[in-house]
């Protein structure tokens, strides 16, 4: 017999994720855009992500908050409404269109937040009372204050998880393909899950079992309204954005990745131990290694990775799918450019949070431009 040889996979190597056949690997991470005015979104958004469209590639769309008291920056989307779900629909349509698979990123900002934010002005709702600094904007032009949030009471959380579940639900209904839990990045779920925020004295605090809880109901949530097959969970635990660092992060991620094959979700997307904060790369000891081999579904990675960082990844089965944000934003085209090798646009920071519906938007240029 003639041997046989077989080359280790990469980016462009044909994948199953459940019921979707992907034909390359390369996934555009959520990103929040600040472009859905009046938290409805925009025409502009159907060019935007259909831009960024392949057949047979996976699309996350940007953080899209489940209710009223989710939101904790400006001219940003939701699914709460029957306006918000109708809008969405034409984005939606726009990307399978063009043959592309699509989740819907679900989210709550928990205190990362103001009263300015929030209806009637009240307090913003997290697992703690713990008040969170005033920060420079990520795009540094002013500085974001946060109102100190009210911790919910024990009885309040069925509510909030059930705001996950209609969510899902109505990205369902406006065609998404499924849903990523946002559980990443210091928002409301992260602040269940890390213990330098939560201080809670009941069943949700204390424990990594019990800190996870209110992560897990979501998920349960959500598997139970739309199936398994169409959720996903985005984790950060090695991170400390947004003041949400945890004492033991290799436990508490090993402990979701184990826990979640209870669920048969379809995803679990992990956040790099090396992107200590949102942007920033630091040297690292950990891995999500544990995690990949703990978690028994399709394993993305994300987190400051290039071209060749993301093929050794796959190569080396340290993960399924690697998900990219700033240079897919900067790069509409990025897939072919990584294929033939043509260099790529540098992204312009200063463009990313402002609310112009082209301007550092649908603006950046093809290869054939």
């Known amino acids: 017999m003639a041997n046989q040889i077989t080359t280790a996979p990469d980016l462009f190597t044909p994948y199953k994720m459940g019921n979707f056949n992907l ?28 831009q960024r469209t392949t057949k047979g590639g996976l699309l996350i769309a ?22 918000q779900v109708e809008a969405w629909k034409p984005i939606v349509d726009a990307v399978h269109c063009k043959g592309g698979t699509f989740f819907c990123q679900i989210w709550h900002a928990g205190r990362v937040s103001n009263s300015g934010f929030q209806p009637n002005g009240q307090a913003p709702i997290s697992s703690s009372d713990k008040p969170l600094a005033s920060q420079v904007q990520a795009d540094g032009t002013d500085v974001a204050q946060f109102t100190s949030p009210r911790r919910l009471r024990t009885d309040e959380i069925p509510q909030i998880v059930d705001h996950f579940r209609l969510a899902a639900r109505n990205a369902i209904e406006a065609g998404f393909d499924g849903v990523e839990i946002h ?25 990594i079992k019990n800190r996870c809880r209110f992560a897990l109901e979501v998920v349960e949530a959500a598997v139970n309204e739309i199936g398994g097959d169409r959720v996903g969970i985005r984790l950060s635990s090695f991170a400390n954005y947004m003041e949400a660092g945890d004492s033991n992060p290799k436990a508490l991620g090993m402990y979701m990745g184990e826990n979640l094959n209870k669920y048969g979700i379809l995803y679990c997307h ?37 071209k060749e960082d993301g093929n050794r990844a796959i190569a080396e089965d340290r993960a399924d799918l690697i998900a990219y944000g700033r240079l897919f934003l900067a790069n509409p085209d990025m897939p072919r450019r990584f294929k033939i090798d043509a260099p790529l646009n540098q992204y312009i920071r200063d463009t990313f949070y402002t609310s112009d519906p082209t301007i550092g938007y649908t603006d950046y240029p093809f290869l054939e431009e």
Do not use: C
């Open 23 to 50: 034909s390359h690997r390369i996934v555009l991470a959520p990103l929040t855009r600040q472009r859905s005015y009046n938290n409805v979104p925009q025409q502009h958004a159907i060019l935007y992500y259909s």
């Open 62 to 83: 940007e953080a899209t908050g489940v209710s009223d008291t989710a939101q904790g920056y400006p001219d940003t989307p939701g699914i709460w409404t029957r306006e």
């Open 270 to 306: 992990m956040v790099e131990p090396r992107m200590e904060t949102a942007s920033e790369k630091v040297e690292t000891p950990h891995s999500l290694l544990p995690m990949r081999k703990a978690f028994k579904g399709t394993f993305i990675a994300a987190g400051g990775y290039d």
């Open 183 to 207: 559980g990443a990045h210091g928002y409301l779920i992260d602040q269940f899950l890390k213990d330098q925020v939560n201080d809670r004295t009941d069943q949700y605090g204390g424990s």
